[in-house]
């Protein structure tokens, strides 16, 4: 997998491109299936609009040429909302998908691509 093919989100159910084995397969990878609470993708979706719609607003800033400190204080606003939807999505995937794998016997699998994200994600 390359930068340019990010993995679908959390959000995404795979069933459309399931191998026979029940896996998901993305960019010819197999992954297993996400399947997540419809009250879980709503508040993840909605978190990820306000982060949007804060950019925007940062980005009006700037071309409004409006005071460095300030824009960098909204910035470190933006930073810290995605650290908290990131927090929310490890968390969720912890206790849903980790599960899961465990469940079906597959839990080395999971851990050894979520040791990978964490090497992306992690500075």
Known sequence: ???????P????????????????????????AHVHSTESLRRIVNRLSRIEGHIRGIKMMVQESRACPDVLVQIAAVRGALDRVSRIILDE????????AAKDGNIEAEIE????????FLP
Not at 1 to 7: A, F, L, V
Not at 17 to 23: A, F, N, V
Not at 93 to 100: G, M
Not at 114 to 120: C, E, G, M, N, V
């Open 113 to 120: 691509e979520l040791k990978s994200a964490l090497d992306r």
């Open 93 to 100: 995937h912890l206790t849903e998908c980790v599960a899961r």
């Open 9 to 32: 989100s959390i959000g995404h159910s795979h069933s459309d491109h399931l191998h026979p084995d029940g896996l998901a397969e993305y960019a010819g990878e197999a992954v297993h």
């Open 1 to 7: 997998m390359t930068i340019s093919e990010p993995r």
